[in-house]
C-alpha cells in the first residue's frame, strides 16, 4: 500500500471532495483540521504552528495538500485584514510546509488561487506565464506565500507544486458565486446583458487535479491554473443553471455599467467587479501534464445545483 497523502482543511467545502478523490484512487489520506474548526468524523485535529504534533503526523505522508485557509470572510471582517490573512494564509502555510520537510514528505501541494494574477483577464486571457497582480489582502497572503515556499522548498528538497483555481463551485458552496448559484430561476436578477467572460472550476475537477497533483511525478516544480474547459459569460452561466433547474431564467437585462454602478453605490465593489469584468484562464500547464478535467461545465453545474445533466 502507498504512503498516505494528507490533507488539511479536510473538514472545508473542497477538503471533503479531495479526501473523496483520494479515497477513489486507494491512496491512504490522513484528514486534518484545526482545533477550532468543524468537528467531522475522521478529522485529525491539530494546530499547524505545533510542530511536535505535526511532524509525527506527517512521518506516514507521501505528500501533502494543503488547502486550509483564510478565505471567505463574514460581514465584519478582522480590521487588520493584512494580519489577519498573513497569519493563516503564510505563516500557518510555513509552518506546515516546515513539519513535511522534517518529516520527510516528499511533496507539498500548496493551493493558492488565480487571484493572484489580477482581478481581471486582459483580451486572451491569463495564462500559467501571466506576471502576478495581487489585489486584496487574500490575494497577497497567497501569492506572499508562494514566494517564501519557493526558496524554503528548494532548500529543503521538498517537492513544490502550486495549484491556482478561480472560484471554486459546487454543493453549498461558500461565498457570493455559491449565493448566485441558489437565486438563480428563484428570483429576478439584473444580470441579463453581461458579456464579460469568468472561469470557474467545478468542485470534483479541481480535487481530481489535486489529487492528479500530489501523485504524479512530472507534476512536481509546477505552477497551474486549473479551470473547467468552458468559460461562459455569467449570462450564459445563469441561463444554465436556470435550465438545469427546468425554470425561467429571470435575468433582467440591465446594462453592466449600470449595474456596477449600483454595486459600487451599494458598498459592493468587489461584487460589482466579479459579476461585470472578465477574468478568463487559459492553463496550459496541466494540459501539458496529461490532466483534463473529468466533467464537463454542465456536468458540475447540475451536480451543484441537484439537478440532471
Known sequence: MSRAIVVTGAAGFIGRFVVAALRERNIPVI??????????????????????????????????????????????PD???NRAFRDVNVQGTLDV????????????????SAGVLGARSPPGGLSDESPAAPYDAYTRSKLEAETLLAPFAAETGLELVIVRPPVVYGPNAPGNFGRLLRWVGRVPLPLGAISARRSGTG??????????????????????????????????????????RGRPGLLVPVSPAILAFALRL????????????????????????????????????????????
Open 203 to 244: 468542485v470534483r475537477n479541481l480535487a481530481d487535479f489535486l489529487a492528479f497533483a500530489a501523485i504524479t511525478e512530472e507534476a512536481g516544480g509546477t505552477v497551474c491554473l486549473v479551470s473547467d474547459p468552458e468559460t461562459p459569460t455569467v449570462t450564459e452561466l445563469c441561463r444554465r443553471v436556470a435550465t438545469l
Open 31 to 76: 484528514a486534518t483540521g484545526r482545533p477550532a474548526g468543524r468537528e467531522t468524523t475522521g478529522v485529525i485535529p491539530v494546530a499547524f504552528d505545533d510542530q511536535t504534533a505535526m511532524v509525527p503526523l506527517l512521518r506516514e505522508a507521501q505528500a501533502v495538500i494543503h488547502l486550509a485557509a483564510r478565505a471567505h470572510v463574514a460581514a465584519h
Open 97 to 112: 510546509a516546515r513539519a513535511a520537510a522534517t518529516a520527510g514528505v516528499r511533496r507539498f501541494v500548496f493551493v493558492s
Open 266 to 309: 451599494a458598498g459592493s465593489r468587489p461584487d460589482a467587479r466579479r459579476l461585470t469584468e472578465p477574468f478568463e484562464l487559459q492553463p496550459t500547464v496541466t494540459m501539458r501534464l496529461g490532466w483534463r478535467p473529468p466533467y464537463t461545465l454542465n456536468d458540475e453545474l447540475a451536480f451543484a445545483v441537484g439537478a440532471k445533466a
Open 79 to 81: 480590521p487588520d485584514a
